[in-house]
Nanobody, 121 residues
Framework: QVQLVESGGGLVQNGGSLRLSCFASGSISSILVVSWYRQAPGKQRELVAKITSSDTTNYADSVKGRFTISRDNAKNTVYLQMNSLKPEDTAVYYC???????????????WGQGAQVTVSS
């Protein structure tokens, strides 16, 4: 069974930094695209950043130049380095991964449980 576990959230002051981690465990054949989404209270979930298996990255305009997504394939972990954080970055951050499991080799989406990021002004 495949699971995604996020860590690294917390409370930080305006202008501060945090690094989120997303660790994939279980019977994994390959990890394809991994994305970070976020959802603020009363708002829809939005895509923050994405990284493909060939390390191509994409970012939401609101985080370009401040956030960096990266992956360590040996550790089955994807990171989201968040610098120059703003109060409007406050949200629950979710990891999403398109993974091929060994069980049936059918790629599908998996989601983590979410990590709270709060930026105080």
């Amino acid at each position: 069974q495949v699971q995604l576990v996020e860590s690294g959230g917390g409370l930080v002051q305006n202008g501060g930094s945090l690094r989120l981690s997303c660790f994939a465990s279980g019977s994994i054949s390959s990890i394809l695209v991994v994305s970070w989404y976020r959802q603020a209270p009363g708002k829809q979930r939005e895509l923050v950043a994405k990284i493909t298996s060939s390390d191509t990255t994409n970012y939401a305009d609101s985080v370009k130049g401040r956030f960096t997504i990266s992956r360590d394939n040996a550790k089955n972990t994807v990171y989201l380095q968040m610098n120059s954080l703003k109060p409007e970055d406050t949200a629950v951050y979710y990891c999403n991964a398109f993974i091929t499991p060994y069980t049936d080799y059918r790629p599908r989406d998996y989601w983590g449980q979410g990590a709270q990021v709060t930026v105080s002004s």
